[in-house]
RNA sequence: GGUCCUAUCGUCUAGCCUGGUCUAGGACGCCUCCCUUUCACGGAGGAAACACGGGUUCGAAUCCCGUUGGGACUACCA
């Protein structure tokens, strides 16, 4: 395998709590661990919980499970943020004592009308930088007065270039920033700080994340340049889009994980897609499981534009990995008995199903015959009398066999000379609606098989009452 | 508005770096046919794309420039 000399490759996922694991989210983890594994390199998770106020247990929970169900597995972490908030209040100290950074007092109202009137000119909206000469005894004064205020970094006035490992080189003129927002305070860092200082102290070799993440590159490297860190390779993966190719949302689609698995997505078949979903390996398959993935996974593969999720693909890719199961491993899954009955029915449901949560739909009329109308019983313009003839005279060659003889196979060749005298659709339509009461179903020799001789004559003699009554 | 990213069938994409083998390949979806009592599976076939305009070149989907379209970002969120 071509791999990368052992060159300490890190990654990482860093998700916020602030809301269940998104698809985009784990397409992102997917990527890092694919190219992770393939380099034979760590895959770190780091919950990037800063903001108190939107980050919630539950939703770190469920990221974790997630992430696990999915089958991707970190190696190290959960780190959380907010149990390094003495590394973070290090870092800004450093940068407020070497005057790299500055407090704020500005209101946020003043900010707003500030962003407005540059806005208004057709200009980059930035901070006018009016705290930035603040003196120390001015500073020290409002402080100790509990003024409310923010840090700021003096963002050097310079063109920031870095290459994309996808994208190539990506160049932004830094004048245009402004002088950001690094913590509240120190001891409550804000994003683009929080990440720069925990990639530098996770020894993180490779950023992956979402495009959207591209305008941030640049503030993060003048703050790495700041605190003299190293600058890792960054790859920015296209956005998974809706069909109308905005950036996925809930508005439009099912957006976390959570919600798949509860529809009756394999974790397979998310995968198989997710990896899909803006790369592709150099040989046309289809189907491929996160070992193999591992195996073929290259950077340079990763396709630039956006990617619109494409939920019939999804759905055909599950049914292929339902296919592929066994029956009693499928069983297990759909949290059915394993009894020899169900297995039967498993089977015969198995290419039906696009997703787990159809098992009971597709399935039903095995345990429970619905309600239907006799009208249905009549194949094309098949006489009710000839109708009521043929399901007679079926009940009567069927009840002459033994249990055991209810096999598809034995049961094809009893009915050879039957369907030959009176017609396959004559015989064969009746029967079938007969047992399962439905428009759609398998075969009635599958359906014989499954249901065995007692179950069956009690259909068919349903059937007959109803065909009698009619006329 | 500004900044940045981006552009092959309806969708995911191969091909693009290293121009000719592209009459542009595969998959999903769609259509037709086969199998078949129905539905599904399976099998065979079909319609369907290089955004546009300039260059460069003997030759461009592939390289360059521009136009247009699409998207992301533009917080004391992440």
Not at 251 to 269: C, F, K, M, N, V
Not at 335 to 345: D, M, P, R, S
Not at 382 to 398: D, G, M, R
Not at 441 to 461: D, N
């Amino acid at each position: 395998m071509a791999t990368v000399k052992s060159k300490n490759i890190r990654v990482r996922i860093a998700p916020s709590p602030t809301g269940y694991l998104h698809i985009g989210t784990a397409r992102t983890a997917l990527f890092n661990l694919l190219f992770a594994k393939h380099n034979n390199g760590k895959f770190v998770l780091r919950i990037e919980d800063t903001d108190l106020e939107r980050s919630d247990k539950k939703f770190e929970k469920d990221i974790i499970e997630s992430l696990k169900w999915l089958g991707l597995a970190w190696d190290e972490g959960p780190y959380r943020q907010s149990d390094r908030l003495e590394i973070y209040e290090k870092y800004v100290n450093k940068l407020l004592n070497e005057n790299l950074a500055y407090y704020c007092f500005c209101s946020k109202e003043d900010l707003e009308t500030e962003r407005q009137t540059m806005l208004a000119q057709g200009l980059a909206p930035k901070y006018s930088g009016r705290c930035r000469d603040l003196k120390s005894e001015e500073v020290k004064k409002r402080l100790d007065a509990g003024a409310s205020h923010v840090i700021r970094f003096k963002t050097p006035e310079a063109r920031v270039t870095f290459k994309d490992l996808i994208r190539g080189e990506i160049s932004f003129d830094a004048a245009l920033l402004g002088d950001m927002t690094i913590a509240k305070d120190p001891k409550i860092p804000l994003y683009n700080f929080a990440v720069v200082v925990d990639d530098e102290e996770m020894k993180i070799s490779h950023v992956i994340r979402g495009e959207d993440h591209i305008a941030n590159t640049p503030k993060q490297i003048l703050l790495q340049k700041a605190l003299g860190f190293k600058t890792p390779q960054y790859a920015h993966l296209p956005l998974i889009l809706d069909p109308d190719r905005s950036k996925m949302s809930k508005r439009y689609s099912a957006t976390s994980i959570q919600e798949y698995r509860d529809q009756g997505y394999l974790p397979q078949a998310i995968i198989n897609f997710l990896a899909f979903l803006g790369w592709h390996p150099k040989e046309e398959r289809e189907i491929m499981s996160l070992k193999e993935l591992i195996k073929e996974f290259e950077l340079n593969r990763v396709q630039k534009a956006g990617a619109v999720f494409n939920i019939e693909k999804l759905g055909w890719l599950n049914m292929q990995y339902i296919k592929s199961f066994d029956n009693s491993e499928l069983a297990e899954t759909l949290g059915v008995a394993a009894t020899e009955e169900n297995l039967k029915i498993i089977d015969l449901t198995k290419p039906r199903m696009k997703k787990l949560s159809e098992f009971k739909d597709l399935a039903g009329f095995f345990f429970n015959l619905p309600e239907y109308d006799s009208k249905k019983l009549i194949w094309k313009t098949t006489p009710i009398s000839t109708t009521l003839e043929n399901l007679q005279a079926v009940e009567k060659l069927l009840s002459e066999l033994t249990e055991k003889q209810f096999s598809k196979e034995n049961l094809e060749s009893v009915f050879s000379e039957i369907t030959k005298e009176r017609g396959r659709g004559e015989v064969l339509w009746p029967l079938r609606f007969a047992l399962s009461g439905l428009d759609a179903s398998p075969g009635p020799f599958e359906i014989m098989e499954a249901l065995g001789k007692k179950e069956t004559l009690k259909r068919l003699q349903i059937a007959i009452q109803k065909l009698e009554s009619r006329s």
